[in-house]
């Protein structure tokens, strides 16, 4: 494909909407052509069912929110992230499918194989070309989160959290082209690693044969 396709993945509430912003104007200024999306969500269809994973007073089981997951994120790649690569835009996602092995396979204990399988049926096979990882302590999930809504995944106990976030750990390290970042720092300290990752895997290039 003609695109790049970077992923930003963590915990709820480590600073990835913001670092997703950020480096999505950066690359607006660099004039690349690029979007921005999000999984669970990312069309019409993606995001009707992101409002059934999200609702905290809907019982969802676990085998049946993973499916829920495979299937917005089967609508969103085919509908949005694959049309664009292909007319060679950079697409940047909060999220993708090391979410679902961390939070699903990790946290919710499912079978992890099973996991890999769903999401390679969800993707056709498609992969990150970068994943980056933002990783907080648990002390701010709480701070950062005094005052705002939480949806139904937010409303899970610490051991929960602490599975997920080992379950990243893990999953970077077997993940080709992917990097933790440590959200517990400053924030535009964090946009500049991410922009030298950027440049390192050769992402910002596209930005250069755009402006010729």
């Known amino acids: 494909m003609k ?36 999984e669970p969500g990312g069309t019409p269809t993606a995001e ?8 905290p007073e809907l019982d969802v089981r676990p085998v049946a929110e993973l499916l829920l997951y495979e299937a917005s994120r ?10 664009a690569l ?8 909060e999220r993708y499918t090391m979410s679902t092995a961390a939070y699903q ?9 099973m996991i890999e399988t769903l999401n390679k049926i969800a993707t056709t096979g498609l992969k990150p070309d970068l994943t980056l990882v933002f990783l907080m302590s648990d002390k701010y999930f709480s701070s950062r989160g005094e005052y705002l809504f939480s949806d139904r995944l937010e409303r899970e106990d610490k ?3 602490d599975n997920m976030r080992q379950g990243y750990k893990n999953l970077v390290s077997r993940t080709e082209n992917a990097y933790l970042l440590d959200a517990d720092t400053d924030v535009d300290m964090i946009h500049h690693k991410v922009i030298d990752l ?15």
């Open 3 to 38: 695109g790049k396709f970077i992923v930003l993945e963590g915990p709820d509430r480590c600073g990835k909407s913001t670092q997703a912003k950020l480096l999505y104007n950066y690359l607006l200024e660099q004039g690349a052509d690029v979007v921005l999306t999000r």
């Open 48 to 55: 009707k069912i992101r409002q059934i994973l999200l609702e």
């Open 74 to 83: 089967a609508q969103h790649t085919q509908e949005k992230i694959i049309p």
């Open 86 to 93: 292909h007319e060679g835009k950079i697409v940047i996602c």
């Open 105 to 113: 396979g990790y946290a919710r204990g499912l079978d992890l194989k």
């Open 159 to 161: 051991e929960f959290r």
């Open 198 to 212: 950027l440049k390192a895997h050769h992402i910002t290039d596209l930005c250069l044969s755009v402006k010729s």
